[in-house]
């Protein structure tokens, strides 16, 4: 990766856009830092620990803690995430979009852009007024007043509309994906106060600080600095763990017969048709997060429950540090995994343009027995997909109730997201040198 970015840096187009990249990013994280008028941040982010656990514990993750501290940039890049979800279901869900996006080509995809674009402006007055109401239920608020409410929720929406602008910017004039590579800016923006965070977690943990008599009755033990290299070599190994995963592909072999026109030969080539053993990303993640802390979240803004009572016992079964909301969790990230592979690969559609083209799985004739190969090796592929996933989301989870350590909630989403984001973009500025490389050949 360092080699990409030193090779990338000696081409003065490529270095352009890398400026620009960084200058986009600096603006975002300007924007994340200026409050939004008539708001006592410092009332907010001491109230906000109560939401941590909830749906906004992972928007406060997502915005790089903007959303904490109710700034410009606090909706971030979700509202334009949900947006493209949304759209991108109601494509498959009605035949006029789907025929906008196959028929019509550019033309098609840039009109459903230009309706994502609406919708991230129509969820960010929902999640604007939601926030709003959420900040004058904590008693942030120093003016309540009808105008102070039309320019706190128009703040928040202009400022998601400008992200997403920022976002278009970066994949038009910059280098890979605008929207992956902000929402990599967020979460590493809070690396040092995690590190800081997980030091001081393990160091306390290790030295015995946070044994406390209830834990030693249970087994627990104070133990010596050298696990604190046991845990930084399992984090590393974890690392290395989803680089792999993340890379992991199955390649089914795919024939294409000769055949000739006029006086020349086509065809006979060999090729394969790549399927990601991850090939949803982190989406079931967040999907399956969302769902499980939705019980949480509603309790919020509720007075919390008596200890002893049904509603306090309830809500601490699902709580995300208990072993219920890991079991929910992978369960639904399970289930997300296939539902989000159904929508992004259609077996019948790729067996019907292999038999289009002239080519054929070896041992498989074509049509339908071709498709319900590739649907096999899918589910099979999209299984083994789904339980790395559940994996890389529980982990944290089993791995706290030992050992108590700080910084672990949401390691699992935000490392698929940071490797996720860095491999993809060092693969396109491979690409691109490759392509001037070619260009500077032929020319």
Request: avoid cysteine.
């Amino acid at each position: 990766m360092f080699t990409t970015m030193r090779n990338a840096w000696k081409v003065a187009d490529l270095r352009k856009k890398i400026l620009f990249t960084f200058f986009i990013l600096l603006i975002y994280r300007l924007g994340s830092a200026i409050p939004v008028p008539n708001i006592h941040t410092d009332v907010l982010n001491s109230a906000f620990s109560q939401y941590e656990n909830t749906l906004f514990g992972m928007m406060n993750m997502m915005s790089g803690g903007a959303f904490s501290l109710a700034t410009l940039f606090a909706l971030g890049i979700q509202p334009y995430i949900n947006s493209s979800i949304i759209m991108q279901l109601l494509t498959i869900a009605i035949p006029a979009l789907e025929r906008m996006q196959k028929d019509e080509g550019e033309e098609g995809r840039k009109k459903i852009a230009s309706m994502t674009r609406y919708v991230t402006v129509a969820l960010g007055l929902l999640l604007g007024f939601a926030y709003y109401m959420m900040i004058r239920n904590a008693g942030a608020l120093s003016d309540e007043g009808i105008w102070t409410a039309i320019v706190i929720i128009l703040s928040f929406t202009a400022g998601s509309a400008f992200v997403m602008w920022l976002g278009e910017q970066i994949t038009e004039f910059g280098i890979g994906n605008g929207i992956s590579i902000i929402l990599f800016a967020s979460i590493v923006s809070r690396l040092p106060a995690a590190i800081s965070s997980f030091v001081s977690g393990v160091s306390n943990w290790a030295n015995g600080v946070e044994i406390t008599e209830e834990l030693k009755a249970q087994g627990v033990q104070s133990f010596g600095p050298w696990w604190i290299a046991i845990i930084l070599v399992g984090m590393v190994l974890m690392i290395a763990f989803v680089v792999f995963m993340t890379k992991a592909e199955r390649r089914i072999p795919v024939q294409y017969s000769k055949r000739v026109v006029g006086r020349k030969m086509y065809g006979g080539q060999s090729s394969h048709i790549p399927i990601k053993v991850n090939m949803s990303g982190v989406m079931p993640i967040i999907f399956a997060q969302s769902i499980a802390s939705f019980p949480a979240t509603i309790a919020a803004f509720f007075p919390k429950p008596e200890e002893g009572t049904f509603w306090a016992n309830f809500l601490d079964g699902i709580s995300n540090e208990s072993i219920a909301y890991a079991i929910i969790l992978l369960v639904l990230i399970v289930a997300f995994s296939y539902f989000y592979a159904a929508i992004q690969f259609s077996p019948v559609e790729i067996a019907n343009n292999l038999r289009k083209n002239g080519g054929f799985i070896p041992g498989f004739r074509a049509g339908k027995p071709t498709a319900d190969f590739i649907a096999k090796v899918l589910n099979k592929i999209t299984l083994f997909g789904a339980f790395f996933l559940g994996v890389i989301a529980i982990l944290p989870i089993i791995v706290n109730k030992f050992v108590s350590i700080n910084g672990l909630q949401l390691g699992g989403t935000s490392l698929l997201i940071v490797v996720g984001v860095a491999l993809e973009t060092v693969q396109q500025m491979e690409s691109q040198m490759m392509m001037r490389h070619y260009k500077g050949f032929l020319e």
